[in-house]
């Protein structure tokens, strides 16, 4: 097991977001969490890498055992240098350029010298087809292009799992699809992957698990096709009946 | 009166203008930065003295912290027993304008760390940065570029602002101009005037080309 959350909690003032999660993730499976707007998915993967801190819970993380409501500066760092996280808007750092957005983490998350990172974010821009766009800012780089270098500045640091927060939601159709390719691309390769989406479609066809989330709970949980082809709860044949994409 | 004269006259003035407008700049950015972190602390005590110093300072006119500085800090120097009357006048006109401007700075530091993109920090430590390096590559930068306009205008500010320390008796080119007006009794006052106001144009059209230059450079940052 690489990673294994129990009862994790989180409460926004009153609003109780989060309401005792339980997940388990081997490595090298794709988990899909589904659900509705505002159900708390984003926020369940802002918890495991602490942008988020819960207010309760537990987590183990390479047999590491972690008290989610007492954390180290050092046992918050260690975590999120072990994963890495692929934004809605992107996230790119304005002020960098492509190949640098790709290197910082190598050199200031990593300790690696200067000249291997760059090495390593040339080869990592190369292989998606974007070295072109190396000394690029954000601003000058469509919005795939954007994510598509989001996901090279996570997976560069070669992460235990990569949790990816709706990467598909900010782009225009016509983008979306060379972006999720990166990410099937990446899941063949056996990278652990957390994807909150809206891509039914991706769901079906890379999960290895799908999750239904729904009111800050875990709903139901399965391979995707007992969660879309037979689902069991009442809460997730709703959410499945009202979506009208075709998955 | 030959207009060249006029010229080499005020010049003689640029020195002491040029040094206070930048030893001035230099310490207010840091009185600005310091007062910025202080007042973003947590901590309601520090947060509160920055908000006094900005209070006071605000509500003052920068002529009257000229004068502050320079009858005011010889007797606070002598309550310690140093005596600081001999100082130069610069360092009185230094200290005056250092500390009216650098409220200013705060609130242009201030500002415009507050509107950086609260994911470009997430995106920091995302990627395992610790919070030092997430501040000083990332939030910093970003911090000072979008401040730039606002600093722009400061300085332009302070430029014309440093004209004011002709109330301590200090020697700049307002100070010469006024030397050379009363000199010939007043006769070419009015020409005098102008030309005075076109080499303080020059100033500032050089602070102006300097900055588009730095934007230029950063054309491709929007942030």
Redesign the interface.
């Known amino acids: 097991m690489l990673l294994e959350i129990k009862n994790l909690k989180k409460k926004f003032v009153n609003n109780t977001v989060l309401k005792g999660i339980d997940l388990s993730i081997n490595a090298g499976e794709v988990v899909v969490i589904i659900g509705p707007s505002g159900s708390g998915k984003t926020t369940l993967l802002r918890n495991i890498?602490f942008?988020e801190q819960a207010d309760s819970g537990k987590m183990t993380f390479k047999n590491k055992r972690l008290n989610l409501a007492n954390l180290s500066n050092e046992e918050i760092?260690w975590v999120?240098?072990h994963?890495?996280?692929v934004?809605q808007?992107y996230?790119?750092?304005?002020?960098?350029t492509a190949i640098e957005n790709i290197s910082?983490?190598l050199i200031?998350?990593?300790n690696k010298s200067k000249k291997v990172a760059l090495q390593l974010a040339k080869k990592s821009l190369d292989s998606v087809g974007l070295l072109d766009k190396q000394d690029?800012?954000?601003?000058?780089l469509s919005g795939g292009q954007q994510q598509r270098i989001g996901i090279v500045?996570?997976t560069v640091?070669n992460p235990d799992i990569v949790l990816f927060d709706e990467p598909t939601s900010a782009l225009d159709p016509e983008l979306v699809g060379t972006v999720l390719y990166d990410m099937k691309h990446l899941a063949d390769q056996g990278q652990t992957m957390i994807v909150v989406t809206h891509q039914m479609s991706f769901a079906r066809n890379v999960a290895s698990r799908v999750v239904f989330f729904a009111d800050g709970e875990i709903i139901e949980t399965g391979t995707p096709s007992e969660v879309f082809d037979h689902p069991k709860n009442k809460r997730t044949k709703q959410f499945l009946s009202a979506i009208a994409e075709d998955y | 009166m030959k207009v060249s004269k006029v010229i080499v006259t005020l010049l003689n003035g640029l020195p002491e203008t040029l040094s206070l407008l930048v030893a001035s700049f230099f310490f207010a950015s840091l009185i600005g930065l310091s007062m910025a972190w202080l007042y973003l602390r947590k901590n309601p005590i520090l947060s509160d003295l920055a908000k006094i110093y900005l209070g006071i300072v605000r509500g003052t006119p920068p002529l009257l912290m000229l004068l502050l500085s320079y009858f005011g800090l010889p007797k606070l120097f002598a309550l310690v027993g140093i005596n600081i009357n001999d100082w130069a006048k610069i360092f009185f006109g230094i200290v005056g304008l250092s500390v009216g401007w650098g409220a200013y700075l705060e609130e242009a530091f201030r500002s415009a760390y507050l509107s950086v993109d609260k994911g470009q920090y997430e995106a920091a430590l995302s990627v395992g940065m610790d919070v030092k390096h997430a501040f000083l590559q990332i939030l910093m930068p970003q911090t000072f570029l979008i401040a730039l306009p606002n600093i722009e205008n400061l300085l332009i500010g302070l430029v014309k602002a440093t004209s004011l320390v002709y109330v301590m008796g200090m020697v700049d080119m307002y100070s010469k101009a006024t030397d050379l007006s009363n000199q010939n009794q007043g006769v070419y006052q009015l020409e005098i005037f102008i030309i005075l106001a076109l080499l303080y144009w020059l100033i500032v059209l050089l602070i102006e080309w300097l900055f588009r230059m730095f934007h230029r450079y950063y054309r491709y940052v929007e942030i």
């Open positions: 890498n942008l760092l999120r240098r994963t890495a996280m934004f808007n996230n790119l750092f304005k002020n960098k910082e983490g200031f998350g990593q690029f800012y954000p601003a000058q500045r996570a640091l």
